[in-house]
């Protein structure tokens, strides 16, 4: 992140249980939030539902960061939360909120996220434009 400025930040805290009920009593709706690989991975796991809350929160973080939410035509599947090849997570964008990152000119999306007793938290932070020290010409 050297030379680089922090253009947004964003958190988010998700019940798990809430996301486990959304996903067992609307139809559609892990298809409709979550990417074919997240719904691979997650349903891979022990609690799928703490996987898929930590994802939704990482979610609502990349949106509450880049200022927008879920306005300006973006869609859920715009954002994709996987694992890298270190194991730490990776954020993929597409579509409108890879338009919206382009313009605000972010080049690194930094993600944590978390989840335990009942919870899942995400933090995001959007980085890019270049940082000119005081003796730089500008």
Same mark, same amino acid.
């Given at each position: 992140? @050297?030379? &680089?400025?922090?253009?947004?930040?964003?958190? &988010? *805290?998700?019940?798990?249980?809430?996301?486990?009920?959304? /996903?067992?009593? +609307?139809?559609?709706?892990?298809?409709?939030?979550?990417? @074919?690989?997240?719904?691979?991975?997650?349903?891979?796991?022990?609690?799928?539902?703490?996987?898929?809350?930590?994802?939704?929160?990482?979610?609502?973080?990349?949106?509450?960061?880049?200022?927008? /939410?879920?306005?300006?035509?973006?869609?859920?599947?715009?954002? @994709? =939360?996987?694992?890298? &090849?270190?194991?730490?997570?990776? =954020?993929?964008?597409?579509?409108?909120?890879? &338009?919206?990152?382009?313009?605000? /000119?972010?080049?690194?999306?930094? *993600?944590?996220?978390? +989840?335990? @007793?009942?919870?899942? =938290?995400?933090?995001?932070?959007?980085?890019?434009?270049? =940082?000119?020290?005081?003796?730089?010409?500008?």
């Amino acid at each position: 992140m @050297e030379g &680089d400025m922090i253009i947004g930040i964003g958190i &988010d *805290l998700v019940k798990i249980d809430r996301i486990d009920k959304a /996903g067992k009593n +609307h139809s559609g709706f892990i298809e409709r939030v979550f990417t @074919e690989r997240e719904r691979a991975y997650c349903s891979r796991q022990k609690f799928p539902a703490q996987h898929y809350a930590g994802r939704f929160a990482a979610k609502e973080a990349v949106l509450k960061a880049i200022g927008t /939410g879920w306005s300006a035509g973006v869609k859920w599947t715009d954002i @994709e =939360v996987l694992h890298g &090849d270190g194991g730490g997570p990776i =954020v993929n964008i597409s579509g409108r909120i890879k &338009d919206l990152m382009d313009l605000k /000119g972010v080049k690194q999306i930094l *993600l944590s996220y978390s +989840h335990d @007793e009942g919870y899942a =938290v995400a933090h995001v932070v959007l980085a890019g434009g270049t =940082v000119h020290s005081a003796s730089e010409p500008r």
